[in-house]
């Protein structure tokens, strides 16, 4: 690997998968609203994403959140308010999907080459017992939809690339700070490394495909 580009580079996980790919010598880009000023909600998201310059060998797409706007995740479905919801959209499924509209100038068309998107198991529908965090949920539930989409399409163009979301388990970043309690989490560095270890070995019959950080497949 020898260029990586980290949307979301300013971020627990994100900051830490562009420490680790810089440490193995690997060329990161790494892009973010509060670095670059880009936000994957503002009208000029697509243009600046079209601006920027390929071809990586992997793109992670590391940015999202769970509280926008100062909307905690619902309790309940009596919580829901529509812009939460739609906040929700546009960060974490929105977001990823203009990277995604990027992906045939942003991955080789020859060559391996990965395109990883942080979604999260809580998107995933088959494993939902708890209810609650209905936003938040169904917005991870769509980009697993879009990156499933995307994966099919990239294909036919660039056959080498495997286009995958990944759960990166319960990490210590801002984004858990105040949703941990006593549940287990690990530091982003580990989270990083963990990662890293899954992709390494993604192939491009894995395209199209939800796995967690140990590398297990996580139903849809
Ligand atoms: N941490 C966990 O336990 C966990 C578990 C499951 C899934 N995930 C997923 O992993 C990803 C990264 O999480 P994290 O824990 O690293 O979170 P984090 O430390 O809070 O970082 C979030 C990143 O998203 C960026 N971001 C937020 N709003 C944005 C916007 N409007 N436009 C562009 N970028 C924006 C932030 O950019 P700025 O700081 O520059 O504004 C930051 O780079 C998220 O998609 C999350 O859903 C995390």
Avoid: C
Avoid at 127 to 145: E, F, H, I, M, T
């Amino acid at each position: 690997m020898d260029r990586a580009l980290i949307i979301g580079a300013s971020g627990g996980i994100g900051s830490a998968l562009a420490t680790a790919l810089g440490a193995r010598g690997v060329a990161v880009t790494g892009l973010s609203r509060s670095a670059d000023g880009l936000d994957l909600t503002a009208p000029d998201a697509a243009d600046r994403l079209a601006g920027i310059d390929g071809p990586f060998d992997l793109v992670v797409v590391a940015s999202g959140a769970l509280e926008i706007g100062g909307a905690a995740p619902e309790k309940t479905l009596r919580a829901v308010t529509a812009q939460a919801m739609l906040d929700q959209f546009a960060l974490n499924a929105v977001g990823p999907a203009l990277v995604l509209g990027q992906a045939h100038r942003l991955l080789p068309r020859r060559g391996r080459s990965v395109l990883a998107v942080l979604s999260a198991r809580v998107g995933s529908i088959g494993d939902n017992r708890l209810g609650g965090w209905v936003s938040y949920r169904a917005a991870k539930a769509a980009v697993n939809q879009i990156v499933h989409t995307a994966a099919i399409e990239l294909a036919r163009s660039h056959p080498d690339a495997a286009v995958v979301a990944l759960h990166p388990g319960t990490v210590q970043t801002a984004f858990t700070a105040k949703y941990l309690g006593r549940h287990p989490a690990v530091p982003a560095a580990e989270a990083a490394a963990n990662l890293l270890a899954v992709i390494d070995v993604l192939t491009p019959e894995q395209t199209g495909r939800f796995y967690d950080w140990a590398g297990k497949e996580v139903p849809w």
